[in-house]
């Protein structure tokens, strides 16, 4: 509890960093554009292939794998499900981003940075399970609910994404237990460490072009980060707490939580600005959820704590 309310007020002093950069002029929305390119196609995939190499190859970790692939993917179905009943679809055109940015997280932002500090590379590694799954629905199901288009070649999109390329890489090295020369892990260890900044920065940079006043006077963008920030989390957390499920590793429980629990994904303000759709609601809810769920990311682990002892 303590480590978690740590790194969000580290994580919250990064994110007010960004907002001075902006306001400043000392990154532009341009410069942040390219900033958070950079932390998704380079310092993501590096963080993730680089905790495949500092693991040696055992079943134990290899069933946690599998065991965290198989929750990521029952998660996905549940918060999808109630995502559909807690925003029914209205005479509203804003339900389905709505619904989005209920079900897709800031998981590789915002769960990254947050896992690699509480649980180290053994989380990140357990978390390369949820950022498969979530990369193959939210480029599937995701961009099909905000733009009503089926497309093959959005599937397509996912096989060669960084992300995947890395996690894919990572995997076979791991298996084969090949491990880079040492000076080499270095340097991509240091490009790693960029992560936390970097993808904090850009979100302050992206909160920072956000009118906050007007945004607190939408009563409807409150019910949406309830939902998003503890509901959604909450059933996740009694569902693995259940004790009809096996025991599962603490650190799989805890990686699959904190990546559900994270704010709204970036992914919707970026593909609403691509469809035409509003961008500005979809970055409002990214901005609001982010900011509050420095408060509710520790409440949610200790509320998987207290579920745990008394439900197991």
Excluded at 113 to 127: D, H
Excluded at 156 to 165: C, E, F, M, R
């Amino acid at each position: 509890m303590q480590i978690i309310f740590n790194q969000t007020v580290v994580m919250f002093i990064l994110i007010v960093t960004g907002i001075i950069c902006f306001k400043t002029g000392i990154i532009t929305k341009a410069g942040n554009k390219e900033l958070s390119k950079l932390v998704l196609s380079v310092v993501n995939p590096l963080v993730i292939f680089m905790a495949y190499q500092e693991k040696e190859y055992n079943s134990e970790l290899v069933k946690n794998l599998l065991i965290a692939f198989a929750i990521s993917l029952i998660s996905f179905i549940i918060v999808i499900a109630f995502a559909y009943i807690l925003i029914p679809m209205k005479e509203n055109r804003n339900r389905e981003i709505e619904r989005f940015s209920v079900i897709y997280s800031n998981c590789g932002f915002m769960g990254i940075p947050l896992i690699q500090a509480v649980l180290g590379s053994t989380g990140v590694f357990y978390l390369t399970a949820y950022l498969t799954v979530f990369n193959f629905a939210i480029w599937t199901h995701g961009i099909i609910l905000l733009s009503g288009e089926k497309n093959l070649k959005n599937v397509l999109k996912v096989l060669y994404s960084p992300v995947i390329l890395s996690i894919v890489l990572g995997v076979i090295l791991f298996f084969l237990n090949i491990k880079l020369p040492s000076i080499i892990s270095e340097a991509l260890n240091f490009i790693g460490n960029l992560n936390t900044p970097l993808a904090m920065i850009v979100a302050g940079v992206t909160i920072a072009d956000t009118n906050i006043l007007n945004l607190l006077k939408k009563k409807r963008i409150y019910y949406v980060s309830i939902v998003k920030l503890f509901i959604i989390p909450a059933l996740i957390t009694i569902l693995l707490a259940l004790p009809v499920l096996p025991d599962i590793d603490s650190e799989v429980r805890i990686a699959i939580i904190i990546a559900v629990s994270a704010p709204s994904a970036t992914m919707c303000t970026l593909q609403c600005i691509r469809l035409g759709k509003d961008s500005l609601y979809a970055s409002e809810i990214f901005a609001f959820t982010t900011v509050f769920s420095i408060l509710s990311l520790p409440l949610v682990i200790q509320f998987d704590q207290i579920a745990n002892n008394l439900l197991k």
